[in-house]
Nanobody, 124 residues
Framework: QVQLVESGGGLVQAGDSLRLSCAPS????????RAWFRQAPGKEREIVAA????????YIADSVKGRFTISRDNAKNTMYLQMNSLKPEDTAVYYC?????????????????WGQGTQVTVSS
């Protein structure tokens, strides 16, 4: 069974940093576009960042631009989300996803594989 497994979430204070990781099991996603989404209670799941399979192009949502960085290490088959200067409004479940589409899709429906999510809670 193909799975994407997130790790690195937790409870932090405003201004702190966290690094999320996403590694698949069951197959490799080295040629897939990868992304991070998040979903806060009562809100729609929204894209946070996306990265092409080469890592040459990235998308960062305006709400986190300048604070979050997405990267990937295809040799380790792992994607990362470095989150700095965290704010209480960043509190959400963070999901990693993989898409066969190559043109840096940012819609939820463009992603074929999903992880179970990791909780990030930022206290004020």
């Amino acid at each position: 069974q193909v799975q994407l497994v997130e790790s690195g979430g937790g409870l932090v204070q405003a201004g702190d940093s966290l690094r999320l990781s996403c590694a698949p099991s069951g197959r490799t996603f080295s040629s897939y576009t990868r992304a991070w989404f998040r979903q806060a209670p009562g809100k729609e799941r929204e894209i946070v960042a996306a990265i092409t399979w080469t890592g040459g192009r990235t998308y960062i949502a305006d709400s986190v631009k300048g604070r979050f960085t997405i990267s990937r290490d295809n040799a380790k088959n792992t994607m990362y989300l470095q989150m700095n200067s965290l704010k209480p409004e960043d509190t959400a479940v963070y999901y990693c996803a993989a898409s066969q589409r190559l043109l840096l899709p940012i819609r939820r429906l463009d992603y074929d594989y999903w992880g179970q999510g990791t909780q990030v809670t930022v206290s004020s």
